[in-house]
């Protein structure tokens, strides 16, 4: 059965971007087929991470949004990104915004049709036999943010160990719970060292009454990578990983 993994969060910064890219890479490489959309038009930037600077490839989510093209043209395969560790039924689609300022410009003056994401989407999953479809969504809660949770079957929420984050993460965990999204998780990330992650997760569990799937320390790799790629298959020896490998079993299962 197909699964609609949404991840969020309500502030920029928490490293959002960062474990979809990471997530969707560990779920195709255990042979599964999956696509990877990103619907934070006013802000992309998931597209880095699977090797696009500042020549995304064409056509993009945007194309689709204005209707010059159809929402499988412009998803790209990056399946190489996994090399050695893709199974042969392995594949992983991009579909990233575009990053051109005019078209970041239109849709913040204009909007766009909310509703053709959602049928994007489905598409998405029909014509390119998806198993898993990740939304990397824009920050905070608004038309397109509720529309991908209330489609999801999965939403992981993610946070820092931060009070105005804890404080935004409740507003989110009560909209997901009036949407009835089946399957919640949170993921604390960028946590210092000093916090003892047994201690942090069972706060955290205790303040949200939902469970934690991983607790992300900071990592200096991580920020040495700087988003040239993605860490999971960059360091598969990493402790950081593993805390990714549990995460996206949380998701599969």
Partial sequence: MVKIVSVH?????????????NLAALV??????????????????????????????????????WGRCGIADAAHDVTALLAARAQPRSKLFLVPSSINASEITRVLREGYDVGLLNEGCQDLIDILELDYL?????PGLNEETLLSIAISDVLILILRPDQQ?????????????????????????KVPEILAPGELKQRVEGIYSAPVAGILPHSD??????????????YPESELTEIFEAIAQQVVI
């Fill in 28 to 65: 195709a490489s255990r042979g599964e087929r999956v696509g990877v959309i990103d619907t934070d038009i006013q802000s992309p930037g998931v597209h880095v991470l699977f090797g696009f600077d500042q020549e995304l490839p064409s056509p993009c989510l945007n194309d689709y949004l």
């Fill in 9 to 21: 969060s309500y502030r920029g910064g928490t490293g959002k971007s960062n474990v979809v890219a």
């Fill in 165 to 189: 984050d804890f404080q935004g993460t409740a507003v989110t965990v009560d909209v997901a719970r009036r949407l009835e999204v089946p399957k919640l998780l949170l993921v604390v990330n």
């Fill in 221 to 234: 790799e991580m920020m040495i990578l700087a988003s040239n790629g993605i860490f999971s298959l960059d």
């Fill in 134 to 138: 990740f939304i990397d969504t824009h």
